[in-house]
């Protein structure tokens, strides 16, 4: 069975890195997977260059821009000549592609919708349309019961949702190197050092991770706060800390490319996001062992039970967040109590494993199952 797994994406980040480790599991099984993806400007995405290597079929789809009117009948093309069973998208502008090119190839559509944002007015019209075009999908993976609910929503009926989570490869993460944050930052040895990671707008609330550290700094004077990551809010909140002067004690570096080696040597990970699917920086973190305060919002819950293995506060509410940081800031016996349960919980439903059987038995039920090509 041949499937095209279909992203428009520049970055290797979280949702990349789902797509790479789905197709090295399925190499050698009856699923023949290729990535594919979009170049602008004679480059391939970092996703393809590093599947290319380790032998995984890729294909590269050569526009002039993200609007290349010829992309749909490259799609379309490809997907003929290759007699693709499945093609499978994972953005908005890849459903978009998708939706027109599959027309009237043999190929059926599957969608995967993982979350959605509000960052600007462009993004909020792209989600809009979005919303629209993923009701013409043969099927929908969702990668969290949340998310799977916010579809119901839109009247598409249940039948044709499958909830397959995001997934995390633990052993390759027992490879990662720490990176010393100490060292590098110059904080003091008895620092208990709190990292944040993600794009900075404000769906990911960094601006209420500000608000919760001030309060907290005012009870803990030893926290030292790093918030990874590049975005629209970046100099908003960088101004803010500066305006607060906390610009020794909240530090915003940038994007890290190593995020995960900075993750490892964390006391606390925290993620403050107003919205979510399944967060893959919390999967990692709970992989390494690192506690996680969260706030309940998308398929968080279903990753994080509050005070079994990890904290959860209400979003936007920084006296809730400051409270949990200062909670597990000072009881370094909490810290290791969550980090071990959380690692627990990964084994079975959030596995790369799991996750193949549930896509493997999706993928079965859709090449064999009615009129192809149609996008509906």
């Known amino acids: 069975m041949k499937i095209l797994h279909l992203r428009a994406s520049n970055f290797y980040g979280g949702p990349e890195r789902q797509l790479h480790y789905h197709a090295r599991l399925a190499r050698g099984t ?36 993200a609007y290349d009117r010829r992309a749909p009948g490259m799609i379309r093309d490809y997907l003929t000549i290759e007699k693709i069973d499945l093609l499978c998208t994972h953005d908005y502008r890849s459903h978009i592609l998708g939706y027109r090119g599959v027309k009237k190839t043999g190929a059926r559509w599957v969608a995967f919708s993982r979350g959605w ?44 949702i499958t909830v397959a989570h995001n997934a995390i490869d633990i052993e390759s993460l027992k490879n990662v190197v720490t990176v010393d944050l ?35 700094l005012k009870k803990n004077d030893r926290l030292r706060f790093l918030l990874f990551g590049d975005g629209p809010d970046w100099t908003k909140v960088k101004n803010i800390i500066v305006q607060e002067h906390l610009e ?19 006391d606390i990970l925290v993620n403050p996001s107003l919205s979510e699917g399944l967060p893959n920086i919390v999967l990692e973190s709970m992989a390494l062992e690192v506690p996680v305060i969260a706030t309940a ?20 509410d920084a006296r809730s967040l400051s409270e949990a940081i200062i909670k597990l800031a000072r009881d370094r016996e909490l810290r290791r109590k ?39």
């Open 117 to 160: 944002t509000k960052d600007t007015l462009k993004v909020r019209i792209f989600t809009l349309v979005e919303k629209i075009v993923i009701r013409f999908a043969d099927h929908i993976v969702a990668v969290s019961n949340a998310q799977k609910d916010k579809l119901t929503a839109l009247s598409i009926p249940t039948e044709e």
């Open 297 to 316: 919002v998308g398929g968080v819950p279903e990753l994080i039970k509050d005070g079994f293995n990890g904290l959860l506060v209400p979003k936007a």
């Open 338 to 376: 969550y980090a071990g349960a959380a690692s627990g919980t990964l084994a079975g439903t959030f596995s790369f494993e799991r996750q193949l059987v549930i896509l493997g038995e999706m993928y079965r039920q859709m090449a064999g199952d009615g009129p192809r090509g149609s996008g509906k």
């Open 248 to 266: 020794d004690k909240i530090i915003c570096p940038g994007f890290e490319k190593n995020l995960l080696g900075c993750i490892k040597a964390a």
């Open 30 to 65: 009856e699923f023949e997977i290729v990535l594919g993806s979009f170049s602008e400007k004679g480059s391939a995405p970092e996703l393809l260059n590093i599947a290319e290597k380790e032998g995984l079929a890729v294909k590269l789809f050569e526009v002039k821009n």
């Open 182 to 216: 100490k060292k590098r930052f110059n904080f003091p040895e008895e620092a208990v050092v709190i990292v944040a990671g993600g794009r900075f707008s404000r769906e990911k609330g960094q601006v209420y991770l500000i608000k919760a550290a001030e309060q907290t």
